[in-house]
């Protein structure tokens, strides 16, 4: 990669008043640690400051948990990320997909498209999961976890 260029496994878009950069990596999801690490090293962004937002079946569809840092919990992206990155201490917000019919393969259902139900309330749950981004650049990661976590007093109650 020379210089002045972005690397070509991901779409990057400034947001924004702040230096704020919003990335989505165009690789498969078990390779995008080569993605984000390329990113990382080209605008020379630390750890500390990166939020990866992943979609997690282990969680109903709609919730949001978000943590500081942690293992990839099965999670074939967050494995590859730590790997390339070569730690696990950075942020992230896993977006509830819920696990569907037990019977039918995981891969099928996280990139099948939502069901009517579910399509009812995307609306909403996209919005609140870019406010949770939104907190994470303003106010750090443990205001996004006192505020959007389930068992907090936060919008995530049930």
Request: glycine share 10%; hydrophobic share 45%; no cysteine.
């Amino acid at each position: 990669m020379g210089p002045s260029q972005v690397p070509e496994t991901l779409m990057a878009k400034r947001y924004g008043p702040a230096p704020l950069l919003i990335a989505k990596p165009l690789t498969f999801m078990n390779r995008s640690g080569d993605a984000v690490a390329a990113l990382m090293r080209y605008y020379e962004v630390g750890a500390v400051d990166l939020l990866v937002v992943v979609d997690e079946a282990a969680l109903p569809f709609g919730r949001l948990r978000a943590r500081k840092r942690g293992s990839a919990g099965g999670h074939n992206g967050l494995k590859s990320m730590i790997e390339r990155l070569g730690t696990a201490e950075f942020a992230r917000l896993r977006l509830g997909v819920g696990r569907g019919d037990p019977r039918r393969d995981l891969a099928d259902h996280v990139l099948a498209i939502f069901g009517s139900g579910e399509r009812a309330e995307l609306e909403t749950f996209i919005a609140r999961a870019a406010d949770a981004a939104d907190v994470f650049a303003a106010e750090g990661i443990e205001t996004v976890m006192n505020v959007y976590n389930p068992d907090t007093a936060g919008p995530d109650v049930d």
